[in-house]
């Protein structure tokens, strides 16, 4: 499913009226954004700055520093932050036109959705996840696509704004796309994706340092609790195709885990031969997160959203839970057996 304000010749013209003079302009993403959502941030960034805008870019949270090298991020404001929160909401209070990216539900972007709700500026949605609410003036949304950066990219050709993609706005964008896309291995890389890619890698970016930067700049401490957990932390139920890692305070203070170094860790247990469904439970101080994988037709959103108060897409999704991280992961393994079928099914 998908929706395009832009179909609309009347929301077109709107929204055309409304970025031909200077507007004060707010950016936003998800909490704890990861490369689609600063990718989304940066590269509307760059461009509406070109256009004479006044633009700001504002996250819910503080971002890991495997995205810190991305152009425009010295210039983001963590509204998390207490001596940053005052000036967001005053900038939210004046903008003009506010973009909401990579997120399709208020709750991503913690205590900002109620200010951004009762905010008076018009609202732009730009989004690829399930189930988006109604809160935006413009939406640009497709469920199938396979990063929001990828839908940024549509965007700006349908606004005729393609000649404005420079350097910086193409590196943030192929940033979105190759990090959404697992480096172009998922099942949403369709042919437009890799035709996408190869536009923006026209413009003179380099994929391989983008590549270096993103995957190949761990920390000792970082790299060496990867090893400790594919160890020590990673279980494989053979029978039911399924792998998770269970992830303790007490693990990720013996290896100064930082935000981020658990991104992706996830994804290792479905190089398993057989997984379908692979899963990590992270212990915080408030609650338990959760990350879903999963490969060919199992839906890891229905289980997040019908049982861990989350959701996202099929085969990525996330969720919490407030018990304990003992009875997370037995309230899990409660709920396979009515999954078993589906998961053998899936196989390759």
């Excluded at 929160?85 to 972007?109: K, Q, T, V, W, Y």
């Excluded at 732009?124 to 640009?140: G, K, M, S, Y």
């Excluded at 404005?164 to 896309?181: K, P, R, S």
Aim: contains cysteine.
């Amino acid at each position: 499913m998908r929706k395009f304000f832009t179909d609309n010749k009347q929301d077109l013209e709107k929204f055309g009226q409304l970025l031909a003079s200077p507007k004060k302009i707010v950016l936003t993403a998800h909490q704890n954004p990861d490369g689609d959502a600063y990718g989304s941030i940066f590269s509307l960034y760059a461009l509406l700055n070109q256009m004479g805008h006044e633009v700001y870019a504002i996250s819910p949270t503080g971002h890991a520093d495997y995205i810190s090298w991305m152009p425009g991020v010295s210039n983001v404001i963590n509204f998390q932050d207490d001596l940053e929160r005052g000036r967001a909401e005053r900038l939210i209070s004046e903008a003009n036109l506010i973009f909401c990216l990579d997120f399709s539900a208020l709750s991503r972007i913690r205590d900002m959705g109620s200010i951004i709700e009762s905010s008076k500026a018009d609202i732009v949605l730009i989004d690829h996840h399930q189930e988006p609410e109604d809160f935006a003036d413009f939406v640009f949304w497709d469920e199938s696509a396979a990063a929001t950066c990828e839908l940024i990219f549509l965007l700006i050709n349908r606004l005729n704004l393609s000649h404005l993609i420079n350097f910086e706005v193409a590196t943030c964008l192929y940033t979105g796309i190759l990090t959404d896309t697992g480096s172009f291995r998922f099942d949403s890389t369709t042919p437009q994706v890799h035709e996408i890619a190869g536009q923006l890698i026209a413009k003179g970016i380099n994929p391989n340092r983008i590549n270096r930067k993103l995957f190949d700049q761990y920390k000792v401490d970082s790299l060496r609790f990867r090893g400790f957990a594919l160890a020590e932390r990673l279980t494989y139920l053979e029978e039911m195709n399924v792998a998770y890692f269970t992830i303790s305070l007490e693990d990720q203070e013996k290896f100064n885990v930082e935000k981020g170094d658990t991104e992706g860790l996830v994804n290792y247990g479905l190089s398993i031969a057989g997984v379908v469904m692979s899963v990590i439970f992270i212990e915080n101080e408030d609650l338990i997160k959760i990350s879903f994988r999963s490969i060919e037709n199992f839906s890891v959103a229905e289980m997040a959203r019908n049982h861990f108060d989350g959701g996202g897409h099929k085969n990525a999704s996330g969720g919490k839970s407030n018990l304990t991280l003992k009875e997370t992961v037995d309230k899990f393994l409660k709920l396979l057996p009515d999954y078993q079928k589906s998961l053998l099914e899936q196989s390759v």
